[in-house]
């Protein structure tokens, strides 16, 4: 059964990367890709739900980005698991994002020099980094009616190190604009943090 599962995957899967929070490619290799056919968050829409299926070999980790090389598309990887048949494991399933924009994370960073003057340096964290993004409003009117009003959108994204009041320039039908980070979640999704950004009113 495992070498049967295997040759399908191989046979009839796409070619992907699999890729970690800092952008490096670990794993080179093929998985079928398709909608869910459950839902794994109820706080997502339907329409962005993956699975993923790969050789059992490959080492898959919650956080990971996949990106098919046909179609260049990029998935967050939210849960993987591992399929099992008679105490064998056939297959890698992994519950994952369909990745519908990209973030640039910046920080200011304060550093003092020898006289003791203080200067702000803008720290680039992450550039271009694949993420799911939903809008904050309907959030709040649909699912969530504790979320803060002044939140524009919640972003799904690798763990990364950022930190309140970043500094994010999230990319919209092709134009970037400048948001802050008003709260995070590093709990929800192990290997993943949800971030709410705001308007940015900082100069």
């Known amino acids: 059964m495992k070498d049967v599962k295997r040759q399908i995957i191989l046979d009839e899967g796409s070619p992907v990367e699999v890729i970690d929070s800092t952008g490096v490619v670990v794993e080179t290799t093929k998985a079928l890709l398709g909608r869910a056919n459950k839902v794994s968050y109820a706080e997502i829409s339907l329409e962005a739900h993956r699975q993923g299926q790969f050789v059992p070999e490959i080492t898959i980790h919650n956080g990971n980005l996949v ?21 064998d494991k056939i297959a890698t399933i992994c519950r ?31 550039d271009e980094l694949s993420v799911y993004v939903e809008s904050g409003r309907a959030v709040i009117e649909q699912k969530n009616m504790g979320l803060l009003p ?48 705001c308007t940015e009113t900082r100069k």
């Open 150 to 197: 002044e939140v524009e959108f919640r972003i799904y994204a690798p763990l990364i190190d950022v930190k309140l009041l970043d500094k994010i320039s999230l990319t919209i039908n092709g134009k970037k604009s400048p948001f802050k980070v008003d709260a995070l979640d590093f709990v929800s999704f192990e290997g993943c943090v949800m971030i709410d950004v």
């Open 67 to 87: 990106r098919n090389a046909i179609t260049d598309t990029h998935y967050l990887v939210l849960a993987s698991m591992d399929e099992i048949v008679q105490s």
């Open 96 to 126: 994952m994002l369909e990745c519908n924009s990209s973030i640039t994370l910046e920080r200011i960073e304060e550093t003092a020099d020898e006289y003791g003057n203080i200067k702000k340096s803008l720290v680039m964290v992450a």
